[in-house]
């Protein structure tokens, strides 16, 4: 009877090896995954962020350029000179109206 349980079975120290082995090696593969899956979330985070100032740039890129096109018309920035800056033509005044206040005075 002995002899078929040496046959069949491992020395203890041998699987206890063997599966200390196997569980660290388990651990490091999972410290892996998390750590992977930290640095991709923390990646896409930084591509959503990334998206967003894309998005305002672009939008305050299409501004400029209008405000470019619109400089390069002569009435728009005789217009502009005259409401900004009070430039007035020869023979004009300016004249300052006080404001009106919303409640009734």
């Known amino acids: 009877m002995s002899e078929t349980k040496k046959k069949k079975g491992r020395h203890p120290g ?10 660290l ?8 995954v998390f750590s992977e899956t930290r640095i991709t979330y923390t990646l896409l985070t930084d591509i ?4 967003k100032e894309y998005e305002a740039l672009k939008q305050e ?5 209008n405000e470019r096109d619109k400089l390069q018309d002569p009435n728009y920035v005789e217009n502009y000179a005259r409401g900004q800056y009070l430039i007035t033509k020869e023979g004009e005044a300016i004249y300052h109206l006080p404001a009106v206040n919303d409640n009734g005075d």
């Open 14 to 23: 041998v699987t206890l090896a063997i599966s200390l082995v196997l569980l």
């Open 25 to 32: 090696m388990s651990g490091y593969f999972l410290i892996n």
């Open 48 to 51: 959503n962020e990334a998206k």
């Open 61 to 65: 890129t299409e501004l400029l350029v």
